[in-house]
């Protein structure tokens, strides 16, 4: 079992920053893959990034990419999303989540509860 927690979500302008955390419990955590997804309002759950295991391979949406970096340390038991030049169209409910699926959120086995990014413009 792993149990997944984000933090760092708030409210932030145009053009700004934020990095998100996802904090994992368990001691299998360098065994999976992790990403993080996002969904807006009245929109279905779309792939943000995702990062192997050992952090040697990392994905994107081509909308995030250039802008967004998925980091993890698997000492700290954590998963990073470093997010710059945020865009309004950013604003969304960021989910992590471990597993083997990559860009597929059927493909993941855990998820966390989600935390708030909101960008004004």
């Known amino acids: 079992q792993v149990q997944l927690v984000e933090s760092g979500g708030g409210l932030v302008q145009a053009g700004g920053s934020l990095r998100l955390s996802c904090a994992a419990s368990g001691r299998t955590f360098s065994r999976y893959a992790m990403g993080w997804f996002r969904q807006a309002p009245g929109k279905e759950r779309e792939f943000v990034a995702a990062?192997?295991?050992?952090?040697?391979?990392?994905y994107y949406r081509d909308s995030v990419k250039g802008r967004f970096t998925i980091s993890r340390d698997n000492a700290k038991n954590t998963v990073y999303l470093q997010m710059n030049s945020l865009k309004p169209e950013d604003t969304a409910v960021y989910y992590c989540a471990a597993g083997a699926g990559y860009v597929r959120a059927s493909g993941y086995d855990y998820w966390g509860q989600g935390t708030q990014v909101t960008v004004s413009s």
């Open positions: 990062i192997s295991w050992s952090g040697g391979s990392t």
